[in-house]
């Protein structure tokens, strides 16, 4: 006796979700057109103005007062460590 009120529960929840998901399919599929017909258009614009970026490189000189400034400058610097004002510096790590 207990089996069968359990099944009848089961048939009965069943029974009642099912009526309750046929009943709001069609505003469901009224939204997914809605927003079908509201994102056509910007995909639309999208796929039109995205153009791809070539670029190419391109055999130009280096400018004279850049190439002056890597001639005049030392090819390694000297590592400097940053002090804050009145600070007295430590000894250098290994």
Do not use: C
Request: glycine share 6%; net charge positive; hydrophobic share 30%.
């Amino acid at each position: 006796m207990r089996e069968l009120l359990i099944l009848l529960l089961i048939g009965a929840v069943g029974y009642l979700a099912y009526d309750d998901y046929y009943k709001q399919r069609p505003a469901l599929e009224q939204a997914q057109q809605q927003i079908q017909q509201l994102t056509t258009p910007s995909n639309q614009v999208r796929q039109n103005s995205v153009r791809p970026r070539v670029w190419a490189p391109t055999n130009s000189p280096v400018p004279t007062w850049f190439q002056k400034h890597l001639d005049e400058a030392p090819l390694t610097e000297a590592p400097g460590r940053h002090q804050r004002q009145g600070e007295q510096p430590g000894t250098p790590r290994p």
